[in-house]
């Protein structure tokens, strides 16, 4: 017996946390009817087929979290790498909301994928506002035109539209150098919501909402796939090779940082250090792990607090006097960071009264 589709939908529905207007947004466009019929539930593992087993589909559809729907690219490879997915619904309800996106808005959506989330736009923003999505593959946004048809959404191939204003423009990838080029599509009063990377490669990425496109807070952070005209190889795991050189301890461990989510907010405190995520082997089982580094220094946070390192700078003694400055100051809400957008210069960090962070491009 297959799922009911319409009724896992419903209940997604139910369990959004967002306000009534997103919410029938969303309702108006079940999900199923924009994921494809191949998805990828294990990213590095193999694709599951629709077909194959219905179920397991409608299940992982349905999971409030982000569908892989595309890996390398289109192509093959030994490792199956994310390259495109319909992004967890509560996610992009809080983007929307961020925006202001309203009837009778202008809206530009980066990166169109399946075009499930400028569906919900273009219900957003009805007959007399409009939705303009630009999608880099050509496939990927064929595809996301035949399911878009009669919303009104405009969806062009490419990596930003040569013309327009808008109210709102919203990324649904992240970028570590804001483009001047989605910038300058903005009316004055206007709102860029994106994925803001602090680095090159890796690492938490908190969801900026910038008036102007220039200056604003950060309203909460995900997972994003990184847009393709930034893309850089995934540089070496911190300490891969190396002798450890340095053995310590500090007041915190990595579980307690992931517990009580405040490692975004040591990495905005942090421009200096790169800081990523890793699991090792730890007392006979696999833990997550927290490892720094930068320039010819590196360094391994474990979870009870020890640390291993190496190269001339102690990075969790670093760490430790920044997170004791956040701690002193009563660790501000991630929303209480504020991004500033420079041009030709590092983008610049605050909160409630700390910094400025400048993080250098």
């Known amino acids: 017996m297959n799922p009911d589709l319409d009724d896992l939908h419903t209940r997604l ?40 087993d219905p179920r397991r589909w409608a299940a992982y559809v349905y999971d409030d979290d982000a569908v892989v729907t595309q890996a390398n690219d289109g192509g093959s490879g030994m490792i199956n790498t994310p390259s495109s997915s319909s992004s967890a619904p509560e996610m992009m309800a ?56 009669g919303t009104g959404v405009r969806v062009i191939v490419g990596a930003v539209p040569t013309e327009g204003v808008y109210d709102a423009v919203i ?56 847009d393709r005209t930034q893309r850089v190889p995934a540089p070496r795991f911190p ?37 990523t995520l890793g699991a090792r082997p730890w007392q006979e089982a696999t833990a997550p792990i927290i490892a720094l580094e930068a320039g010819e220094s590196w360094a391994y946070l474990w979870p009870d607090g020890s640390t291993t390192g190496g190269g001339p700078s102690d990075l969790p003694a670093e760490l430790a006097e920044i997170h004791a400055v956040l701690d002193g100051a009563g660790w501000p809400e991630l929303t209480e960071f504020t991004l500033e957008v420079l041009d030709d210069r590092p983008h610049r960090v605050r909160a409630a009264g700390l910094g400025p962070w400048d993080h250098h491009l």
């Not at 499930?116 to 939705?131: E, I, M, Q, R, T």
């Open 94 to 149: 809080g983007m929307i909301e961020a925006a202001g996106v309203a009837p009778g808005a202008r809206v530009l959506e980066i990166g169109t994928g399946t075009g499930w989330n400028a569906a919900v736009l273009a219900s957003l923003v009805g007959p007399s506002g409009s939705v303009t999505s630009v999608e880099i593959e050509r496939e990927v946004a064929e595809q996301a035109r035949e399911r878009l048809a």
């Open 239 to 275: 300490g891969m090779g190396r002798e450890i050189e340095r053995k310590g301890a500090v007041p915190f461990g990595a579980e307690e940082l992931l517990e009580r989510d405040l490692l975004t907010r040591l990495v905005l405190a942090s421009p200096g250090i790169w800081i």
């Open 13 to 52: 529905i139910e369990r959004m946390k967002a306000p009534d207007e997103i919410r029938a947004a969303f309702a108006a466009h079940p999900r199923h009817r924009f994921i494809p019929d191949l998805v990828w539930p294990e990213p590095q593992g193999l694709p599951l087929a629709r077909s194959a």
């Open 171 to 226: 990324a649904t990838c992240s970028a570590h150098r804001v483009p001047l080029e989605w910038v300058r599509h903005l009316s004055a009063e206007g709102v860029l919501v994106l994925p803001w990377a602090p680095y090159e490669s890796g690492g938490p990425t908190p969801i900026a909402a910038l008036s102007g496109g220039r200056e604003g807070r950060f309203t909460g952070d995900g997972s994003f796939m990184r």
